[in-house]
């Protein structure tokens, strides 16, 4: 679950998980502190991992009552502090759930560059972000691709690198 909250370097999240201490703000914080994998805003990071661990029991057993992706993505963004649209989309593809839009830089860019988008927004606001994804889901289904291959194919065009 740690892996969802932050991005680490240097293999922090494995530091994490050998020490069992998602759940202890302090120690991890000690891990993020680390020049080998330091992470801004260390202390904050630890407490939101600490806060996603804590979590995990109810999100397990909204999993396993077979919920839509979108349902349970808004769970997440409601109840997991410092996990917003993106990363909730990001986790739930990770495990599985399909038709949900990851709306990073590199979408976004390309959404822009096919029109189905006018502009590349500064930020996005929740109801954007549907409405973007929504857009998208759109976009798809008129070429015949699957939202999250069309998403993997933009990602990878622009990134150069096929990750999944």
Not at 100 to 119: K, M, P
Request: aromatic share 8%.
């Amino acid at each position: 679950m740690c892996g969802i909250v932050i991005e680490t370097r240097g293999g922090a999240i494995e530091k994490i998980r050998a020490a069992g201490c998602a759940a202890d703000p302090r120690r991890t914080a000690g891990i993020l502190r680390n020049r080998e994998h330091y992470i801004r805003f260390h202390n904050t990071k630890a407490l939101r991992i600490e806060q996603a661990w804590l979590s995990f029991p109810a999100l397990e057993a909204l999993l396993q009552q077979g919920l839509s992706g979108d349902v349970l993505r808004n769970w997440l963004v409601a109840n997991v502090p410092g996990l917003g649209w993106k990363e909730s989309s990001h986790f739930l593809r990770n495990i599985g759930y399909r038709d949900l839009a990851i709306l990073d830089r590199h979408i976004l860019r390309n959404l822009h560059a096919h029109g189905v988008i006018r502009r590349i927004p500064a930020s996005l606001t929740p109801k954007r972000y549907l409405s973007i994804e929504q857009a998208f889901r759109r976009f798809a289904r008129r070429l015949k691709i699957p939202m999250d291959e069309l998403d993997l194919l933009f990602w990878s065009r622009e990134t150069g690198e096929i990750l999944k």
